[in-house]
């Protein structure tokens, strides 16, 4: 037996059978990714196992969590320019052009995450074994960062399952699980756990033919054919991303149809497009972005806090979303309310929730066993977290908490979802008082990552990092806010909509307000945004804000609310519905466009985030970022209102704002902290003005 040592990141164990195994196991990490020292390693010991002669080779994952979850992001930031680029990733496609020419069979063996590069190796393997269980996940979502597969994932994968399911996979950026992967031909095999090492020797010792695409996805890729289907893939990427702000699906399509039937010719192309995007803004903003949801996860990597069950009070749309998501995740739940007329909606929810997400008929039953209905609240006695999703009303909620608070365990975190109101506000009725701590879910919950953890002066440290800690074990993104008005994402987001709101009243038509937000890069355009959140709803929170920030709300909104024009849930607001559907309005052809329409909604939307800086309601401008991207989409391949105000320059910016202020009004002065945003003192201000 020829065994080396455990503590490298891979090493390679040669059994009885003469079958080699070699395990990833990456130091210092709890996820193996490809870094390029990975990479060199690996191929160095595909040499060496060459020289040895086994039978096979079996690639496996010691990290519990997956198999190979990428390549090292933080790699690809570090890259300067083109060449660099083109380098690594041309010795990544050799090193797998190694592993794909070995003279034994060999097999991935996958559990938990096998994306990117992880997936590029797979596909480089003579076979693929799947773990048949959900954390199985399978994909290449290179788009997401701004690229596409580079190691030879689109010359491999188009060939083996065709190019529908090849380019489906690429373009989207999504993941499958295994049972998925099989149906579509990219693993031979899905099995349960403890058939996978005996599936894997077996495939050695006596290995059967590679499994080939049918002849229908053969004929897919063929020259004749390849210009329909580029166009029909064109037009499906264009629904969701414009060739501007996302080139990678676009590249990729076209690389594809020059070269799909040439595998050689379209590794050739794919680092050199690969290369090309991957130094570009767009890429770099993205991978930005991705480290930023790095960053937000690792916050609540060393919680020791381990809730079971979660009783939320309020089973409107939030709370009973909220209700929904924990159970998905694992958690006991008990949804209260005032009757179980009143829950009997949310559960509904769930039961749809449950079914597109786990799909499995057992797994569905077992969430929703999970989801126990509760209204006369008794569920708050066992529950590790108790959540109020209750309207936003301050008396109604220090009500429902002096009732809470005494029937709860001592350890349990109390969390509110206000969406604006201050902790000072609402905890003055507790006995322990710091025990309070905000949980801002975003509408829609299953979509929304981004959870805002509420906390002031007040609040208590183990409170705060236990709601952290709870926040990632749903799988949601944690961002520690201090209690201000409106939070972070509400009080920038606010002043934004509002002003799209000034802009309706003074005539601008709102098809050509949402298009200039759609043209930035926004994911929806701000008044199709209010009314989708609920003008009664918008004006609750501008309402707030307006109180505790002096600020002022267009009577526009107001009259909308009276007439009972809601938006989508009236089936009129800013826009007509019809079933749900909103109804575009036609921009006059006589409407002359003006660039200074997203200027306005865009620098209240960048003024605010200064204010929010200035007064300390995040700690730095990387997670002022990541709540802005991740909370309400903004672009992001600008890379975040802070980062885009250094890249257009804060100087240019803050003049744009004394312009408008100038002409529109005090809501457009510029905050003090544009001082330090823009490098200059007020002294160095008074000089140049």
Known sequence: MDEQSKDADLYSVIDADNVAWLHFNKRDSSTNVLSAEILETFYAELLRLVELSPRGLVLLSDKANGFIAGADVHEFARLENHDQ????????????????????????????????????????????????????????????LGIHPGFGGSARL??????????????????????????????????PERHLKDAARQLILDPPFPHRATHLQRLSNHAWI???????????????????????????????????????????????????????????????????????????????????????VGAGIMGGD?????????????????????????????????????????????????????????????????IEAIFEDAGAKRELYRHLEPRMQEHAVLATNTSSLPLQELREVLQRPDRLVGLHFFNPVAKMQLVEIVRDENT??????????????????????????GFLINRILMPYLLEAVELETEGVPTSEIDRQALAFGMPMGPIELADTVGLDI??????????????????????????????????????RYNKGK??????????????????????????????????????????????????????????????????????????????????????FRPDAGWDEMAGFTPADEETEH
């Open 460 to 485: 208590d440290e183990t409170c705060v990092k236990r709601a952290i800690g709870f926040t990632r074990l749903i799988d949601r993104l944690p961002l520690p806010v201090r209690s201000t008005p």
């Open 322 to 386: 909220i209700a929904a998501w924990c159970a998905l995740r694992g958690l006991r739940v008990t949804l209260a309310d005032q009757s179980p007329e009143r829950i009997a909606p949310a559960v509904k929810r769930a039961a749809a929730l449950f079914k597109a997400k786990l799909k499995r008929p057992q797994a569905v039953q077992a969430a929703m066993d999970r989801l126990m209905p509760d209204h006369r609240g008794l569920g708050v006695a066992y529950a590790d977290v108790v």
């Open 226 to 312: 390849r210009p329909a289907l580029a166009g029909l893939f064109r037009r499906q990427v264009a629904k969701k991303a414009r060739p501007e702000h996302y080139p990678a699906p676009y590249a990729l399509i076209d690389l594809w149809r020059e070269h799909g039937d040439d595998p050689r010719a379209m590794m050739h192309a794919e680092a050199a497009s690969v290369a090309d995007l991957i130094v570009s803004p767009t890429a770099q903003n993205l991978i930005r972005a991705f480290q930023l949801q790095e960053t937000l996860k690792s916050l609540g990597r060393d919680s020791r806090f381990r809730p079971r069950h979660v009783h939320v």
């Open 538 to 575: 918008c004006l609750h929170v501008a309402e707030i804000l307006a109180t505790h920030l002096d600020s002022t709300v267009p009577q526009r909104l107001r009259d909308l609310v009276a007439r009972g024009r809601l938006g989508r849930k009236s089936g009129h607001g800013f826009y």
């Open 85 to 144: 680029a083109l380098a690594a990733i041309q010795r990544g496609q050799e090193v797998f052009d190694r592993l794909a020419a070995l003279p034994f069979p060999s097999v991935a063996l996958i559990h938990g995450f096998c994306l990117g590069g992880g997936l590029e190796m797979a596909l480089a393997c003579r076979y693929r074994i799947a773990r048949d269980d959900a954390s199985t996940r399978l994909g290449l979502p290179e788009v997401r």
């Open 158 to 191: 188009v060939p083996l399952v065709g190019a529908p399911h090849a380019m489906d996979l690429m373009l989207s950026g999504r993941s499958i699980d295994g049972r998925a992967a099989k149906r579509r031909g990219i693993v031979d095999y899905v099995l």
């Open 582 to 667: 909103m109804v575009k309005q036609k921009i006059p052809r006589s409407y002359q466009s003006d660039a200074a329409i997203m200027d306005r909604m865009l620098l209240r939307m960048l003024n605010e985030a200064v204010a929010c800086l200035r007064e300390g309601v995040v700690t730095d401008t990387d997670r002022l970022d990541a709540g802005m991207i991740y909370g309400t989409g903004f672009a992001p391949f600008r890379g975040g209102p802070c980062h885009y105000i250094r890249s257009v320059g804060a100087d240019i910016l803050y003049q744009k704002l004394q312009a408008l202020e100038q002409s529109h009004g005090a809501r």
